[in-house]
């Protein structure tokens, strides 16, 4: 392997692979950590942190398509870098269902940084609206309610339930993406060995 690798380095907060470029070279990580950083609406969030024998950018080269988002060195950083024709060569040997299913991954890949750029900005949205809740005057409210006419009561009762109802949901729905990233591990652990 390392007659393909060209050894890079990188400092801490320095981008490596920019969002929608075309750049389609694979790289390991010798040393260091680096993140991926995906924009989403406007803002831009982690979804991954890649640490030593991580590879990124097989991605963009597989899908032949820009790059999903952006690598920026979270420390200092030791890369292996494989050109693009050197990592086609190696593909190119590979048998065309072992091709297809690894272009599989790939869509699955691509939506799963979609997926995970999209729940980092609800999760953080939420957990506000909980501390914002927390810190409420509840008692007060309660207090004062009681002297509103009974429709009013109604109202304020209905909203108390609605939002309960709603940090209820998204918490249950949490437990349902924890139990499916549980699923897609055995799903790995299976089929490689090796639990993800």
Not at 3 to 19: A, D, V, Y
Not at 67 to 95: H, Q
Not at 128 to 146: A, G, H, P, T, V
Not at 164 to 191: E, G
């Amino acid at each position: 392997m390392e007659q393909f690798l060209t050894k890079k380095n990188f400092k801490k907060g320095e981008t490596i692979i920019k969002e929608g470029s075309e750049s389609y070279d694979v790289y390991i990580i010798l040393s260091g950590e680096a993140e991926i950083l995906k924009t989403y609406f406007g803002k831009t969030v982690a979804v991954r942190t890649l640490k030593k024998g991580d590879v990124f950018g097989a991605l963009a080269l597989i899908a032949k398509s820009p790059r999903v988002a952006n690598v920026v060195a979270k420390t200092d950083l030791e890369v292996g870098l494989i050109y693009r024709d050197d990592f086609l060569s190696m593909l190119e040997k590979l048998p065309a269902e072992v091709s297809e299913i690894l272009k599989g991954m790939v869509t699955q890949l691509r939506d799963a940084y979609e997926v995970s750029a999209e729940l980092v900005i609800h999760t953080k949205k939420m957990l506000s609206i909980k501390e914002r809740l927390e810190s409420l005057q509840w008692e007060k409210l309660k207090d004062y309610s009681n002297q509103l006419p009974e429709v009013a009561q109604i109202v304020v009762t209905s909203l108390e339930h609605g939002l309960a109802d709603m940090l209820h949901s998204y918490f249950k729905l949490a437990n349902q993406l924890d139990r499916a990233v549980i699923d897609v591990d055995n799903i790995f652990t299976q089929s490689t060995g090796v639990r993800t």
